[in-house]
């Protein structure tokens, strides 16, 4: 992998030498920068931790971790920037109560301000041991239109224990009065609270929003 | 009492040295076009996580 070289302002600035190791890092930089080399910035146009702007960065975009936040009942994600389309990766994401049957995802609607009703997005669960798994794309939220869509990405489904492949994620499609955005997205069971696993948010660049 | 994730949206205006195109004149006192600095104001944006409680 090319190395990355991290040029200060005062290796460029007035009367600075043009030296071989600036050269070389000139050259070797759109290089290192296309490959993700250690401490390069992360490419935006490819899925990223909303919160890691270089790759030497400690981020991989948390949303909700067990161990960290402990039982919740809803999780909220950060706002939704312009320019940028987002995916949640859902781990080992259980509810608390026995009776409870799905995964529902709101859309925070900016016109309407407000959330949408509770759509969806895992349904049929059967257990509170039932561990929910995939990645949930959150389509082009930023971008004003009458319907905002989420579609799995990485197919959702649940395991119990070590069976493989109970439940199937289902697709949620949320209607608006008025063509608008939506910045912000909030999961919750339609019973009981988040008791394990993570989510973490991803994004990646768009060139329609911004 | 039940317990939220929620995120709060921080915008942090801070002064950068951003590197612009503009003249320098160098040692002979001849001027050309080169990179200065200018000290600028640019808005960051950091997503801070709080935990919130309610009675729901």
Known sequence: MTTWLEIANGDVDQDSPVTQPLMTGLRDNVRAAAEGATGAPVLSAGWHPFDKSDTDSTEVGDVYDFSDDGTVSTITSPTFEDGYEYAFIFDGVSSSNASATALNISLYRDTTAAYSSAIPIMSGLTSNTELIFGTLQVQLPRVARWMHSTKWIAKGHTIIGVTLTLTSGVDATISTAAKQTVSAARFSFDLGSFDAGTIRMIRRREYISG | ?56
Request: charged share 40%; no cysteine; hydrophobic share 40%.
């Open chain 2, 1 to 56: 009492m039940a317990r939220h994730v929620v995120f709060d949206r921080i915008e942090e205006d801070v002064e950068e040295l951003v590197p612009v195109r503009g003249t320098i004149v160098n040692r002979r006192g001849i001027k050309a076009p080169g990179v200065v600095f200018e000290k600028k104001t640019v808005t960051k944006v950091r997503h801070v996580k709080r935990i919130v409680e309610d009675d729901e």
